[in-house]
């Protein structure tokens, strides 16, 4: 279906509360690189895939045939990088009011129930400062199993701190996913482990 004419564009945009004067900025935005050329950076996947899929982004993403048929319009990965990429060609096309007009109407209640401390950083980068912080080695991660369909993957990722013996597990939709759940558990241990008279402690 040519998308100058697709309806389902017209829908989305309705959802998203922004009209685009260049049409072409949101094809664009919603094309995987599998098609063409779209932007693959990654910012808080699974939060970015729970809007995508309530703002019907399945429906309207473009992919290769293969990618299509190995499930990526259902992707989590796939669908946050196109929700960001909308929210970026919304930046393009009607300038920084726009974006962020959209970006309160798409995370206003995700940022109103969520602490601070928690948009700032990471687990990821929240561990690899603890441990930094004590002169310690950055941790390393393996995928150690992955079960599911290729489109409905679960990962078991293992987090090591190797200079403290320390191992700890987490799973995900996503090697992103898993690796911040490893990443948490493995903070839980350490600050368990830290307080005074704990085995972290001289």
């Known amino acids: 279906m040519d998308h100058r004419a697709d309806p389902r564009l017209d829908a989305l945009q309705q959802r998203l509360g922004h009209r685009f004067g260049q049409l072409r900025l949101l094809q664009r935005a919603l094309t995987h690189r599998s098609f063409g ?20 982004l399945p429906d309207v993403l473009r992919l290769s045939e293969g990618e299509a ?5 259902q992707r989590p990965s796939i669908l946050a990088d196109a929700l960001e990429a909308v929210i970026g060609a919304t930046f393009v096309d009607g300038g920084f009011d726009a974006a962020h007009t959209l970006v309160r109407r798409l995370f206003g209640e995700i940022i109103a129930t969520t602490e601070a401390d928690s948009w700032t950083k990471d687990a990821k980068t929240e561990l690899q400062e603890w441990l930094q912080g004590r002169k310690l080695p950055v941790p390393s991660y393996a995928i150690v199993a992955t079960r599911g369909q290729a489109h409905a993957q679960t990962f078991h990722v293992e987090c090591t701190v ?3 013996g320390l191992v700890e597990g987490g799973e995900g939709r996503s090697r992103r996913a898993a690796e911040q759940e490893a990443a948490r558990r493995m903070l839980a241990t350490l600050k368990a482990n830290d307080r005074p008279g704990g085995p972290l402690r001289s």
């Not at 932007?39 to 309530?54: I, P």
Request: glycine letters at 14%; hydrophobic letters at 50%.
């Open 37 to 56: 050329a779209v932007r693959a950076h990654l910012v808080r996947e699974d939060s970015l895939h729970r809007v995508a899929v309530a703002l019907g």
């Open 69 to 73: 048929r190995g499930g990526g319009a």
């Open 162 to 164: 190797t200079a403290l």
